[in-house]
């Protein structure tokens, strides 16, 4: 990450600082943040759990996560003069009264000038507890920025979904809350804005004129690992289309934004996910498939079915994969299908989205025995990163026969070193205030509307799981979906 270097000081307090994503995500992506100079000096980091531990035992367990995920660890021990670890009780109003004595303390000492970020990195349940008690306790009477940040899942559907939002909103104002969606931390996801409108040759292409249809994947090799509990009453929908998928299809359908500022980005995202077509009940089954996995093989692993895994229901229906249809009624878009399709225990894990160009108007050309192939843009989100784009050319023998010939860009190395993770991105981003790339209520509403419609559509029918093997592309209906439109997915592509 090559920031210029903006640095603020400010406490910030981890709710669920013991848990996983603490040791996996945050910690490191702090530690790297810090020892690239992207975060002030005058810092201090209080990890709350429910566990009795000292500050040495803390510091202890956050430095082997560090260890275990950042490989220069130059300035480890420098950094870990700045954390701190307070035993806490979410229930108990004292604990929130050593928690606000803790604060004054550290803010005198790092002269952290009364600036507090708190980050939820637990059970959503909690969350308006622990706002109302940062409220009550004088926590967030500060005389610098009180910002929150909060993990997903942001409600299950549209209702609880607002029922949390004013919850949150007694204690914090809409531009204090910071609502994480790592995708749009990802260094790729962030360059789909920028491939789009630095580059005078997408723009004038980008509509209903040249694009025949646009494709976007996130297929992943591991199951539901020890997230059986959430992920039964959460399945692929709501853990992931609602928000990761829609985000990326908000991005490349966007308007230009007149301006870089997050009110202005978000202003033209939150007009794309409200003109989603939200489907009527009978029409979901035609558009929307939904998937389960079964046994089978991966990398020559036998690996068990959904069904088997643990804290998971032996007649479960909960779809571990979801391939749809969207179409977005603007005027841009009107008649461009945006296929999404997510999955765990697929055949591989990719993040790519494929940007397929209609035909020329007249061809000339052939390509042996077969139908000319579409120009495509592959923007390769994870693992590889970069972008490639597909033309055809002539192949050097003598007559008219084309061959595919790919420009590809792959991000550096370097690049990649820069920055350990997305969180790195939305921390130091929350840390400086810029919200463009979290989730605001307004995009939240339009998501959860267009996933409630789907999911009381799937409510009414029992599903045939499980329906795909793992190691596969999903179940068959979901390759239909496209061939149906004359279409097909573009696996193994770069
Ligand atoms: C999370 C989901 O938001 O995203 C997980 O809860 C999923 O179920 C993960 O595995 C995928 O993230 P990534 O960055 O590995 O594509």
């Given at each position: 990450m090559n920031k210029s270097k903006k640095q603020i000081p400010a406490l910030i307090t981890i709710f669920g600082a013991t848990g996983d994503l603490s040791h996996r995500k945050l910690f490191p992506s702090l530690f790297h943040l810090f020892q690239q100079d992207n975060l002030d000096d005058r810092i201090a980091v209080i990890g709350i759990g429910r566990r009795q531990l000292t500050n040495d035992d803390f510091r202890a367990q956050v430095k082997a996560s560090i260890q275990a995920h950042v490989q220069d660890t130059k300035h480890l021990d420098k950094f870990m003069q700045h954390i701190f670890y307070q035993p806490h009780d979410v229930n108990d109003e004292a604990s929130y009264a050593d928690l606000l004595q803790l604060s004054e303390t550290l803010d005198q000492e790092f002269s952290l000038e009364g600036n507090r970020l708190f980050y939820l990195a637990m059970a959503p349940q909690f969350f308006g507890t622990v706002t109302d008690y940062l409220k009550s306790s004088g926590?967030?009477?500060?005389?610098?920025?009180?910002?929150?940040?909060?993990?997903?899942?942001?409600?299950?559907?549209?209702?609880?979904?607002?029922?949390?939002?004013?919850?949150?909103?007694?204690?914090f104002k809409e531009e204090e809350i910071f609502r994480i969606d790592h995708y749009l931390g990802k260094d790729m996801v962030q360059n789909i804005e920028v491939l789009r409108f630095s580059n005078a040759m997408f723009e004038p292409l980008w509509n209903n004129k040249y694009i025949s249809n646009i494709q976007v994947t996130s297929s992943e090799i591991l199951g539901v690992e020890d997230r059986g509990g959430y992920y039964e009453s959460s399945g692929a929908l709501k853990d992931m289309v609602q928000n990761h998928m829609l985000q990326m299809v908000a991005l490349l359908a966007m308007e230009p934004p007149i301006s870089l500022h997050s009110d202005d980005i978000r202003a033209e995202k939150v007009k794309v996910l409200k003109s989603l077509r939200v489907l009527p009940t009978e029409d979901v089954r035609h558009h929307f498939v939904r998937g389960q996995y079964d046994a089978g093989q991966i990398n020559g692993q036998e690996v068990k079915a959904y069904r088997d895994e643990d804290k998971v229901a032996s007649d479960s229906s909960t779809p571990t994969f979801v391939s749809g249809k969207?179409?977005?009624?603007?005027?841009?878009?009107?008649?461009?299908?945006?296929?999404i399709r997510t999955g765990k225990r697929m055949k591989r894990k990719s993040i790519q989205v494929v940007v397929e160009f209609k035909e020329v108007p007249m061809n000339l050309y052939y390509q042996r025995d077969k139908h000319l192939d579409s120009n495509l843009l592959v923007i390769n989100i994870q693992p590889n990163e970069g972008v490639s784009i597909h033309l055809n050319g002539k192949k050097y023998v003598q007559g008219i026969e084309t061959e595919p010939v790919q420009l590809s860009y792959a991000m550096s190395a370097q690049d990649k070193?820069?920055?350990?993770?997305?969180?790195?991105?939305?921390?130091?981003?929350?840390?400086n205030g810029d919200a463009t790339n979290f989730t605001h209520?307004?995009?939240?509403?339009?998501?959860?509307?267009?996933?409630?419609s789907i999911s009381d559509a799937w409510s009414k029918f029992e599903p045939e799981f499980p329906n795909y093997?793992?190691?596969?592309?999903?179940?068959?209906?979901?390759?239909?979906?496209?061939?149906?439109?004359?279409?097909?997915w573009w696996d193994d592509i770069q």
């Open positions: 926590l967030t009477r500060t005389k610098g920025f009180k910002r929150l940040v909060i993990e997903k899942p942001f409600g299950s559907d549209l209702t609880s979904a607002e029922e949390l939002n004013q919850q949150i909103r007694r204690s969207v179409l977005i009624d603007n005027f841009r878009w009107a008649g461009v299908p945006f296929y070193m820069n920055t350990v993770d997305a969180y790195e991105n939305l921390l130091y981003d929350a840390l209520w307004e995009e939240l509403k339009s998501t959860w509307k267009f996933v409630d093997k793992a190691g596969t592309n999903g179940p068959l209906e979901s390759d239909l979906l496209l061939s149906r439109d004359g279409l097909k």
